[in-house]
């Protein structure tokens, strides 16, 4: 009964290849999140979708993109992975945002490591 | 500016109380929350608190919130083995926000049976 799928949950690149991550639910919910989680420290939001509404997160490095085909699925792009990028990467989808207490569902995460 | 801060590790024996610390700076957070997360796994919210309540109570869970210090804390009651996990404070800033939580960098428990 998973609701939030991340695949693959572990996912090895070399350095300056890009690499794709993918994230889907089964909730149809209208906010989709992706997080980056450095060992020993606080999910940090990259950005999210609200529908088709795209939301960076001012800080966000250039080299992280990502698309929303359609309600289920999220993907996460970075196009030249640095050793700097090695971390968790987490999705979360939400019926509406934060701003009205609503619950965010994480997916098990996706660990990159960068060679 | 955007932080919360929580103590990186505790240590507790089974049946004890547990309680796991925050602070945050943002005074105009709407909404904070307890998420936890097992090794292997994602975060699960746990509980939340609206910024207007000082308390929250769910079975084995307390949440006490002291805005004028900008403190939230969670106890957990007769602490079990099953409990041992990180534990994240997150809060929902209410200043221009977008809709994204703001999380501390988990407070690891250990329940030693």
């Known amino acids: 009964d998973a609701m939030v799928i991340q695949n693959p949950r572990y996912q090895v690149t070399q350095f300056g290849k890009p690499v794709t991550l993918s994230c889907s639910q089964t909730?149809?919910?209208?906010?989709m999140y992706w997080y980056q989680q450095k060992s020993s420290q606080a999910p940090k939001l990259l950005f999210h979708y609200y529908d088709k509404d795209f939301n960076n997160e001012a800080d966000t490095p250039d080299n992280f993109q990502s698309r929303r085909p359609n309600t289920s699925f999220c993907f996460l792009d970075i196009r030249s992975p640095g050793l700097g990028d090695a971390a968790m990467y987490l999705c979360?989808?939400?019926?509406?945002?934060?701003?009205?207490?609503?619950?965010?569902?994480f997916g098990p995460g996706t660990r990159l490591t960068v060679l | 500016g955007e932080d919360v801060e929580q103590s990186l590790f505790l240590s507790v024996r089974e049946g004890d109380s547990s309680v796991i610390n925050c602070t945050y700076t943002?005074?105009?957070?709407?909404?904070l929350y307890w998420y936890k997360q097992e090794p292997g796994a994602g975060l699960q919210l746990l509980t939340y608190i609206f910024s207007n309540m000082d308390m929250k109570q769910d079975q084995r869970l307390t949440v006490l919130l002291n805005k004028k210090d900008k403190h939230l804390s969670l106890r957990i009651a007769d602490t079990q083995t099953g409990d041992s996990a990180i534990y994240f404070c997150?809060?929902?800033?209410?200043?221009?926000?977008?809709?994204?939580?703001?999380f501390g960098q988990g407070t690891t428990l250990q329940v030693k049976p």
């Open positions: 997150a809060e929902s800033p209410g200043s221009g926000n977008t809709g994204k939580l703001i």
């Open positions: 909730l149809n919910h209208n906010v």
């Open positions: 943002d005074s105009s957070s709407t909404y």
């Open positions: 979360a989808t939400s019926r509406e945002t934060a701003l009205v207490g609503d619950e965010q569902f």
